[in-house]
Protein backbone atom coordinates (compact mmCIF):
# COMPACT_ATOMS: atom_id res chain seq x y z
CA UNK A 1 0.00 0.00 0.00
CA UNK A 2 1.14 3.38 -0.74
CA UNK A 3 2.22 5.85 2.13
CA UNK A 4 1.60 9.10 0.57
CA UNK A 5 -1.14 10.50 2.35
CA UNK A 6 -2.41 7.45 4.64
CA UNK A 7 -3.96 8.55 7.84
CA UNK A 8 -3.18 7.18 11.16
CA UNK A 9 -6.89 5.65 12.76
CA UNK A 10 -5.10 4.16 15.45
CA UNK A 11 -2.16 5.48 17.43
CA UNK A 12 -0.36 3.72 20.50
CA UNK A 13 2.20 5.65 23.04
CA UNK A 14 4.55 4.27 25.70
CA UNK A 15 4.72 6.74 27.48
CA UNK A 16 8.38 6.92 28.89
CA UNK A 17 10.82 8.60 30.63
CA UNK A 18 9.06 10.51 33.45
CA UNK A 19 11.53 9.51 35.95
CA UNK A 20 14.78 10.67 33.99
CA UNK A 21 12.98 14.37 33.15
CA UNK A 22 12.69 14.81 36.93
CA UNK A 23 16.09 13.28 37.19
CA UNK A 24 17.55 15.73 34.70
CA UNK A 25 15.51 18.65 36.88
CA UNK A 26 16.72 17.35 40.38
CA UNK A 27 13.25 17.05 40.87
CA UNK A 28 11.66 14.10 42.77
CA UNK A 29 10.41 11.16 40.51
CA UNK A 30 6.67 12.28 41.64
CA UNK A 31 7.40 15.64 39.85
CA UNK A 32 7.64 13.90 36.17
CA UNK A 33 4.68 11.59 36.44
CA UNK A 34 2.78 15.11 37.49
CA UNK A 35 4.32 16.76 34.68
CA UNK A 36 3.63 13.49 32.05
CA UNK A 37 -0.41 13.86 33.18
CA UNK A 38 -0.08 17.18 31.69
CA UNK A 39 1.47 15.81 28.66
CA UNK A 40 -1.53 13.17 28.31
CA UNK A 41 -3.52 16.50 28.55
CA UNK A 42 -2.57 18.51 26.26
CA UNK A 43 -2.19 15.59 23.47
CA UNK A 44 -6.23 14.94 24.04
CA UNK A 45 -6.81 17.90 23.72
CA UNK A 46 -5.23 18.51 20.42
CA UNK A 47 -6.91 14.85 19.05
CA UNK A 48 -9.61 16.64 17.40
CA UNK A 49 -6.87 18.36 14.66
CA UNK A 50 -5.68 14.83 13.81
CA UNK A 51 -6.90 11.79 11.67
CA UNK A 52 -6.90 9.53 15.22
CA UNK A 53 -10.12 7.92 15.89
CA UNK A 54 -8.07 6.45 19.09
CA UNK A 55 -5.01 6.79 20.67
CA UNK A 56 -4.54 4.16 23.47
CA UNK A 57 -1.79 4.94 26.22
CA UNK A 58 0.18 2.60 28.55
CA UNK A 59 -0.40 3.94 31.68
CA UNK A 60 0.46 1.11 34.21
CA UNK A 61 1.39 -2.30 33.07
CA UNK A 62 0.83 -5.46 35.31
CA UNK A 63 4.72 -4.81 35.69
CA UNK A 64 4.78 -1.82 37.66
CA UNK A 65 3.35 -3.33 40.51
CA UNK A 66 7.13 -4.25 41.62
CA UNK A 67 8.09 -0.37 41.54
CA UNK A 68 8.37 1.03 45.34
CA UNK A 69 5.03 1.43 47.20
CA UNK A 70 5.34 5.05 47.75
CA UNK A 71 5.75 5.57 43.61
CA UNK A 72 2.79 3.00 42.84
CA UNK A 73 0.72 5.09 45.44
CA UNK A 74 1.24 8.24 43.60
CA UNK A 75 0.34 7.12 40.42
CA UNK A 76 -2.57 5.73 41.86
CA UNK A 77 -3.24 8.92 43.44
CA UNK A 78 -2.56 10.81 39.97
CA UNK A 79 -5.16 8.74 38.47
CA UNK A 80 -8.08 9.63 40.57
CA UNK A 81 -7.22 13.12 40.66
CA UNK A 82 -7.00 12.82 36.59
CA UNK A 83 -10.21 11.13 36.37
CA UNK A 84 -11.74 13.85 38.56
CA UNK A 85 -10.40 16.56 37.50
CA UNK A 86 -10.85 15.80 32.93
CA UNK A 87 -14.26 13.60 32.79
CA UNK A 88 -15.93 17.21 32.01
CA UNK A 89 -13.73 17.88 29.19
CA UNK A 90 -14.03 14.80 27.70
CA UNK A 91 -17.67 14.84 27.69
CA UNK A 92 -17.68 17.84 26.62
CA UNK A 93 -14.76 17.43 23.42
CA UNK A 94 -17.33 14.24 22.53
CA UNK A 95 -13.96 11.73 24.07
CA UNK A 96 -15.10 8.31 25.05
CA UNK A 97 -12.65 6.66 27.52
CA UNK A 98 -12.36 2.72 26.76
CA UNK A 99 -9.95 0.94 29.38
CA UNK A 100 -7.89 -2.09 28.52
CA UNK A 101 -6.22 -4.57 31.11
CA UNK A 102 -7.09 -6.24 33.96
CA UNK A 103 -8.28 -2.80 36.06
CA UNK A 104 -11.17 -4.11 37.53
CA UNK A 105 -8.13 -5.54 39.98
CA UNK A 106 -7.32 -1.67 40.79
CA UNK A 107 -8.14 -0.23 44.51
CA UNK A 108 -12.15 -0.13 44.90
CA UNK A 109 -12.71 3.10 44.66
CA UNK A 110 -10.49 3.30 41.07
CA UNK A 111 -12.82 1.01 39.69
CA UNK A 112 -16.24 2.71 40.87
CA UNK A 113 -14.75 6.32 39.35
CA UNK A 114 -13.65 4.72 35.95
CA UNK A 115 -16.90 2.46 35.63
CA UNK A 116 -18.61 5.86 36.23
CA UNK A 117 -16.39 7.53 33.52
CA UNK A 118 -16.75 4.56 30.90
CA UNK A 119 -20.63 5.28 31.23
CA UNK A 120 -20.37 8.87 31.12
CA UNK A 121 -18.42 8.92 28.13
CA UNK A 122 -20.01 6.12 26.00
CA UNK A 123 -21.44 7.97 22.79
CA UNK A 124 -18.18 10.14 21.98
CA UNK A 125 -16.86 9.89 18.68
CA UNK A 126 -13.42 9.66 19.50
CA UNK A 127 -11.32 7.58 21.60
CA UNK A 128 -8.81 7.55 24.14
CA UNK A 129 -7.77 3.59 25.36
CA UNK A 130 -5.59 3.96 28.89
CA UNK A 131 -3.88 0.54 29.75
CA UNK A 132 -4.31 -0.02 33.46
CA UNK A 133 -2.98 -3.25 35.08
CA UNK A 134 -2.20 -4.40 31.42
CA UNK A 135 0.35 -7.04 30.32
CA UNK A 136 0.01 -8.29 26.54
CA UNK A 137 1.14 -11.64 27.31
CA UNK A 138 -1.59 -11.91 29.86
CA UNK A 139 -4.23 -10.59 27.23
CA UNK A 140 -3.00 -13.17 24.45
CA UNK A 141 -3.76 -16.18 27.08
CA UNK A 142 -6.73 -14.93 28.33
CA UNK A 143 -7.95 -14.44 24.74
CA UNK A 144 -6.43 -17.99 24.01
CA UNK A 145 -8.32 -19.56 26.80
CA UNK A 146 -11.78 -17.65 26.24
CA UNK A 147 -11.35 -18.59 22.52
CA UNK A 148 -10.99 -22.24 23.68
CA UNK A 149 -14.09 -22.17 25.49
CA UNK A 150 -16.05 -21.74 22.30
CA UNK A 151 -14.54 -24.26 20.32
CA UNK A 152 -11.77 -23.88 17.65
CA UNK A 153 -8.66 -21.34 18.78
CA UNK A 154 -7.26 -19.64 15.59
CA UNK A 155 -6.34 -16.29 14.86
CA UNK A 156 -10.13 -14.45 14.47
CA UNK A 157 -10.69 -16.15 17.71
CA UNK A 158 -8.33 -14.51 19.49
CA UNK A 159 -8.51 -11.74 17.70
CA UNK A 160 -12.25 -11.20 18.85
CA UNK A 161 -11.53 -11.79 22.73
CA UNK A 162 -8.52 -9.33 22.88
CA UNK A 163 -9.06 -6.24 25.35
CA UNK A 164 -8.69 -3.96 21.86
CA UNK A 165 -11.19 -6.18 20.17
CA UNK A 166 -13.98 -3.13 19.39
CA UNK A 167 -10.64 -0.92 18.70
CA UNK A 168 -9.58 -0.06 15.07
CA UNK A 169 -6.41 -1.81 13.81
CA UNK A 170 -3.07 -0.54 15.43
CA UNK A 171 -1.40 1.68 12.58
CA UNK A 172 1.07 3.72 14.86
CA UNK A 173 3.07 3.09 17.95
CA UNK A 174 5.15 5.26 19.20
CA UNK A 175 8.03 5.19 22.60
CA UNK A 176 9.44 8.06 23.70
CA UNK A 177 12.70 8.17 25.76
CA UNK A 178 15.12 6.58 23.27
CA UNK A 179 13.87 2.66 24.58
CA UNK A 180 13.78 0.44 21.77
CA UNK A 181 11.55 -1.98 22.73
CA UNK A 182 7.87 -2.71 23.35
CA UNK A 183 7.81 -3.64 26.91
CA UNK A 184 5.12 -6.33 26.60
CA UNK A 185 2.48 -3.51 25.21
CA UNK A 186 -0.02 -4.57 22.22
CA UNK A 187 2.39 -7.66 20.86
CA UNK A 188 -0.31 -9.16 19.03
CA UNK A 189 -1.95 -5.64 17.83
CA UNK A 190 1.13 -4.21 16.69
CA UNK A 191 2.13 -7.34 14.13
CA UNK A 192 1.89 -5.10 11.24
CA UNK A 193 2.07 -0.99 12.62
CA UNK A 194 4.44 1.40 12.12
CA UNK A 195 6.58 1.84 15.14
CA UNK A 196 8.55 5.54 15.87
CA UNK A 197 11.31 5.55 18.80
CA UNK A 198 11.79 9.36 19.72
CA UNK A 199 14.24 10.38 22.33
CA UNK A 200 12.18 12.88 23.06
CA UNK A 201 10.82 12.25 27.45
CA UNK A 202 7.46 11.95 27.75
CA UNK A 203 6.84 15.03 29.93
CA UNK A 204 7.98 17.15 26.99
CA UNK A 205 6.62 15.51 24.04
CA UNK A 206 3.81 17.89 22.68
CA UNK A 207 0.95 17.74 20.17
CA UNK A 208 3.97 19.01 17.28
CA UNK A 209 5.72 15.73 18.24
CA UNK A 210 2.64 13.71 17.32
CA UNK A 211 1.73 15.56 14.37
CA UNK A 212 5.04 15.00 13.38
CA UNK A 213 4.78 11.49 13.91
CA UNK A 214 1.75 11.18 11.74
CA UNK A 215 3.29 12.98 9.15
CA UNK A 216 6.04 10.59 9.33
CA UNK A 217 3.74 7.65 9.23
CA UNK A 218 1.67 8.96 5.93
CA UNK A 219 4.81 8.80 4.36
CA UNK A 220 5.52 5.39 5.14
CA UNK A 221 4.75 2.65 2.63
CA UNK A 222 2.96 -0.47 3.99
CA UNK A 223 3.14 -3.48 3.14
CA UNK A 224 1.85 -6.12 5.25
CA UNK A 225 4.43 -9.16 4.35
CA UNK A 226 3.49 -8.32 0.66
CA UNK A 227 6.07 -6.71 -1.47
Not at 116 to 142: C, F, K, M, P
Amino acid sequence: MSGEGQQARHVAIIMDGNGRWAKRKHLPRAMGHRKGVEAVRELVRSLKDTSIECLTLYAFSSENWKRPEDEVDDLMNLMRKFIKSDLPEFIANDVKLAIIGDWQGLAPDIVEMLEDALAQTAHGSRTLAVALNYGSHAEIARAARLAAAEGAIDEAAIARHLFTADLPPLDLLIRTSGEVRLSNFLLWQAAYAEMIFTDVLWPDFTPDHLRAALDDFANRERRFGGR
